[in-house]
Structures are given as C-alpha cells and as structure tokens.
C-alpha cells in the first residue's frame, strides 16, 4: 500500500512557476512508476508526464513538452513537477499516482494502469 500526499499547488500568473511535490509513504517507492495527471473542470483527468523508477526515462504530453519537468528523489521519496511559462490552460487539480506499470508513453500515460492515486493539489493560472 502506497499513500501520495501531493503539494506545492496555488495560484500563479501566467508566465509563472510551480514546483509540485508528491510524498510517498511506505519504504517501496523507488518500486513504483510515478505520473502526474491533471483534471480541470469538465474535462477527463489527463496525463502529464512519468518517470520510471530510476529516473532515467521520463515522459510528457506534448501540452507540457519543454515547460514542465518531472523528476523523483528515491531517497526522500518524493516526485516533483517543476512547471515553468505556465498557461491559463493549465490550470487543473494536479493528482500524482504510483504504478508498477512499465512500457511506452501509450502505457505510462494510461490512468487506468496507475494503482494509487493523491488527493490532488490546485493550479490555477490566472490570464
């Protein structure tokens, strides 16, 4: 069992920057595929971007490509998504999840394959 607990969401200019956090509990993280998945209302949630459980392979949608970095710290266990020149098309509740899933982005940006998700944090980007 894995509890996310994301932060770091809130309201920013467009232009702006945010740094998301995602804690991980439990001592398997580093086991664990991570995403971000955003949900603004009235639309699906959608993925945002992955990273294997080395870090090494990283994945984004092409919405987010070259302005949003993920990144994972195994050692504190905890995923980040740096989110740069941010868009009032941005704005959703940003969830993280965890998944033993593997494969290519068709795979790793698949929600229904992700077993645990967080509570979700708010972005807003205001025009």
């Known amino acids: 069992q894995v509890q996310l607990v994301e932060s770091g969401g809130g309201l920013v200019q467009t232009g702006g920057s945010l740094r998301l956090s995602c804690a991980a509990s439990g001592r398997t993280f580093r086991s664990y595929t991570m995403g971000w998945f955003r949900q603004a209302p009235g639309k699906e949630r959608e993925f945002v971007a992955a990273a294997s459980r080395s870090d090494i392979t990283t994945y984004y949608a092409d919405s987010v490509k070259g302005r949003f970095t993920i990144s994972r710290d195994n050692a504190k266990n905890t995923v980040y998504l740096q989110m740069n020149s941010l868009k009032p098309g941005d704005t959703a509740i940003y969830y993280c999840?965890?998944?033993?899933?593997?494969?290519?982005?068709?795979?790793?940006?698949?929600?229904?394959?992700?077993?645990?998700w967080g509570q979700g944090t708010q972005v807003t980007v205001s025009s």
């Open positions: 999840a965890a998944g033993t899933l593997w494969g290519t982005i068709a795979i790793m940006s698949s929600k229904e394959r992700y077993d645990y």
